[in-house]
């Protein structure tokens, strides 16, 4: 089955159109999606099967690849990777979020929004330390 490799214009990082995005690509094998993103003017790339598209702390957000491209390999324990947020229910992420002042009043109450958002603002406080 193809696979369909989704770019926004912009960076956007979270999920949208039913996909999750991460720097502004997704990958999805659905091709009626892949159309109708492709109609409203993102750029839409068939793609091999092998592709893996991966976030920031190495866990895999899609899969697919273009030609010619080698996907990276994450060698590590897949317990490591774990994403403790994962099993987090919404409002023990609003929850954590509160604990560790993370501002969440403009994110939306979608589960993957709240991770996003949570992770980006962990992510600034440690480069700001």
Known sequence: MPKYKI???????????GLV???????????IWADRLKARGNDVVE???DIQILSAAGKVL???????VT????????AENDNPLEAMT?????????????????VPNNKGEL???IQKAIAEQKSSE
Do not use: C, H, W
């Not at 770019?7 to 999920?15: C, E, I, K, S």
């Not at 995005?21 to 091709?31: C, L, S």
């Not at 409002?91 to 403009?106: F, G, V, W």
């Open 71 to 78: 996907p990276p390999k994450v060698e590590s324990n897949p």
């Open 21 to 31: 995005f991460y720097k502004g690509e997704a990958i999805t094998d659905n091709k």
């Open 47 to 49: 793609v091999a099967d």
């Open 7 to 17: 770019t926004l214009p912009q960076r956007f990082d979270g999920a949208r159109y």
């Open 90 to 106: 919404n409002s023990q992420l609003r929850k954590y979020a509160a604990e560790n002042d993370i501002d969440l009043s403009d």
């Open 115 to 117: 991770m996003v958002a």
């Open 62 to 68: 899609g899969s697919g690849v273009s030609p010619g």
